[in-house]
Structure formats: C-alpha cells, structure tokens
T-cell receptor, first 111, second 115 residues
Framework: GESVGLHLPTLSVQEGDNSIINCAYS??????FIWYKQESGKGPQFIID?????DKRQGQRVTVLLNKTVKHLSLQIAATQPGDSAVYFC??????????FGAGTTVTVRA | DAGITQSPRHKVTETGTPVTLRCHQT?????MYWYRQDPGHGLRLIHY???????DKGEVSDGYSVSRSKTEDFLLTLESATSSQTSVYFC??????????????FGSGTRLTVV
C-alpha cells in the first residue's frame, strides 16, 4: 500500500505486504527529517531519522528515503504487521532544534 | 517514556479560568517543546525553550504562555481558557546532535477540555 503526500490521510494495507507512506516537506534548509509512529492515546514514538545530506537510511523493517530535489520523504515498512497500525507523521528539524510536523497518515493493517 | 512526564493527564476546566500544564524531564535535555494535537491538524508547535529562561513562540502561541525556571521543568499556561483550546497537549524534549542519539522524546499527553 502507498499514500501520496500529506493530503491522503489514510492507508489500508494487507498484513505481510510492504507499506509506503509519503510526505512532502516545505523547508529546504531542514537539517534532519524524522518519522514518528503514534498509537491511540500515546505520544509520538521515534521510528527513524535521516540527515539532510543522505538519501536513504535503513532500520529494522523500515527504510526512509529522502529526495531533496522535490522535497519528498517516504517511509517504507517491510512485511507490515498488525502492530504497525497507527498514525505516522513525518517531521523536519530546522534551525538546529525546531521540530515541525506534517498532518499524518493513518495506517490500518488488514488481517 | 519514563524520561518525560506530563501532569495532569486529564483536566476539565471552565471557560475563562487559567490552567497550567506541567512537563518534567529527567534527561537533562536542553530543548523542550509544547505542542497541541487536534483532528486534521497533526501536532502544532505552541512554544519552545532552548534553555533555562529562554523561550520563544511557535506557530499557535496566542493565548498561551510558558516558563522554564529549571532545566527539567517546562510549564504551559492558558491565561484564560477558551473552548478552542480544548485539545491534547504534548510535551517533548531533546538534547543536541542527531535525533536518534538525543531524543525528541514525547510525553504521554494531557487531554484538556474547556467547558
């Protein structure tokens, strides 16, 4: 499953499939980009970050891709599991420590 | 996350009353933040602090003030609560350096209802 931009607020994906969540950011001077996961009733939880001078970074089952040319960020989740159901936010850090969030994508995993 | 706590977790207050929310962190982080989260808006920055007694406004600061007299505590005050300030409020903190090393850790949130 794949979402497009910040304006597609939901993504439904079959368990075991790969998920791709996309995000467009606005500040070309951002230093870092972060993906957060937020489960119902909880605060955002750090998933992975990427520095602005990189274009790809991998974590456990997740990969973040950064395309500075078009100001686009994506999060790929491999073999999506029911525990991956949550709201996912991209965020950018600029001026060293100012953290700004996008609107979020709600991911629902179908059994 | 055990390193950052918010209090209270839930509060109901009346329109026109002052309200103070507290954020406490034990990580000795330099930077602290207050966000509000509303449906369809994600998390919006209210105020942030880059050191003791050093604070600045975020994108939705009207009607809010903050204070940071100690590294570990960051207080958010609604000077005269309005119904539009009904929201979930999150506090966050971080040190300097890469996010993966230093945090941007969030508290569990305070659900505030203004009636």
């Amino acid at each position: 499953g794949e979402s497009v931009g910040l304006h597609l607020p939901t993504l439904s994906v079959q368990e075991g499939d790969n998920s791709i969540i996309n995000c467009a950011y606005s500040n070309s001077a951002s230093d870092y980009f972060i993906w957060y996961k937020q489960e119902s009733g909880k605060g955002p939880q750090f998933i992975i970050d990427i520095r602005s001078n990189m274009d790809k970074r991998q974590g456990q089952r997740v990969t973040v891709l950064l395309n500075k040319t078009v100001k686009h960020l994506s999060l790929q989740i491999a073999a999506t599991q029911p525990g991956d159901s949550a709201v996912y936010f991209c965020a950018e850090i600029f001026a060293g420590y100012k953290l700004s969030f996008g609107a979020g994508t709600t991911v629902t995993v179908r059994a | 996350d055990a390193g950052i706590t918010q209090s209270p977790r839930h509060k109901v207050t009346e329109t026109g009353t002052p309200v103070t929310l507290r954020c406490h962190q034990t990580e000795n982080h330099r930077y602290m933040y207050w966000y509000r989260q509303d449906p369809g808006h994600g998390l919006r920055l209210i105020h942030y602090s880059y050191g003791v007694k050093d604070t600045d406004k975020g994108e939705v600061s009207d009607g809010y003030s903050v204070s940071r007299s100690k590294t570990e505590d960051f207080l958010l005050t609604l000077e005269s609560a309005t119904s539009s300030q009904t929201s979930v409020y999150f506090c966050a903190s971080t040190g300097t350096g890469a996010p993966r090393d230093y945090g941007y850790t969030f508290g569990s949130g305070t659900r505030l209802t203004v009636v």
